[in-house]
């Protein structure tokens, strides 16, 4: 199979995955949403350890920088909010809310790259960004609220894009340490619930064990496959492939869980899409741009 194929599917794999995350963390009721992240940190380093092992790979470890660990805790703090934002969202009736929140990451990435790297945005890149923000508007003034879990969601991933970026550490690897990082804090926690009586894990039965414990395959799986992608294809077809995800976890909290969707929510999440479609044309314009430029500047040279 050509290994650009290969890389599509395993994209395509991961995001559908990461979309159907909203069916599988109600699964693990009566466990409460800081319960689940904290399993799910102490069970993904298992899971990624696992990995690791079978791959031999440990020479990774000794060769960090003090300022990689630096990086990578702050990426643990951040992808713990992420987290645990999202399956409070999922478990508390938010699956659209935390849809949103997905799509509109991209534009709250391109806003970091103007923000904190002074890039400058393509006119049709503002017009994504503007129909963006009006978006967020119009669901704040159907919420009654801004739709904070949406927004926290889109902020938390976008930094932690831009910390990953930063620190320049596989995926595997980065896991290994983000999740080693929590360990602690995640283990403090769940023994202090079980002495005060709180605790789910053990309390109802096996098959509630191996759904907690599930929790760091479906962690580490996806994010191994998106990995695997993303040195396959070329970034603009991650750039689309990355909407698989918000539209299944949009179609779960709609068709599954039955949220209620006003004509005022609609033309909210209408004007989302919009904002992305413009964004993804405008994005494929440039790369066709770029790769005629490569094209002819070869045959203007021997000239």
Known sequence: MHEERRGILYGVAAYVMWGLFPLYWPLLKPSGAVEIL???????LVAVVAVLAVRRHWSWFRALTRRQLILLTLAAITISVNWGTYIYAV????????????????????????????ERLRPWQW??????????????????????????LAVSFGTYGLIKKA???????????????????ALVYLTVLEVNGGAT??????????????AGIVTAVPLLAFTASAIRVP?????????IAPVLQFLCGVLIVHETMPA????????????????????????????????????LETV
């Open 38 to 44: 904290a399993h799910r940190m102490v069970w993904s």
């Open 201 to 214: 894990f053990g309390h109802h039965g096996l098959g509630h064990v191996a759904l907690l414990v599930g």
């Open 91 to 118: 478990n508390s009736g938010h699956v659209v809310e935390g849809a949103l929140g997905y799509f509109i990451n991209p534009l709250v990435s391109v806003l970091f790259g103007v923000v904190i790297f002074r």
């Open 264 to 299: 005022s929510r609609w033309i909210g999440f209408t004007v989302v899409w919009l904002a992305l479609a413009v964004f993804t044309w405008d994005g494929f314009r440039a790369a066709r741009a770029v790769r005629r430029r490569a094209r002819t500047a070869p045959a």
């Open 167 to 185: 620190a320049q550490v596989g995926s595997a690897e980065s896991l290994a340490v983000e999740t080693l990082v929590l360990l602690v804090p």
């Open 235 to 243: 970034l603009t077809v991650i750039g689309v492939l990355q909407y």
């Open 127 to 152: 017009v994504a960004v503007g129909l963006g923000g009006a978006s967020v508007l119009i669901l704040a003034f159907d919420y009654g609220r801004l739709p904070w879990i949406a927004i926290v």
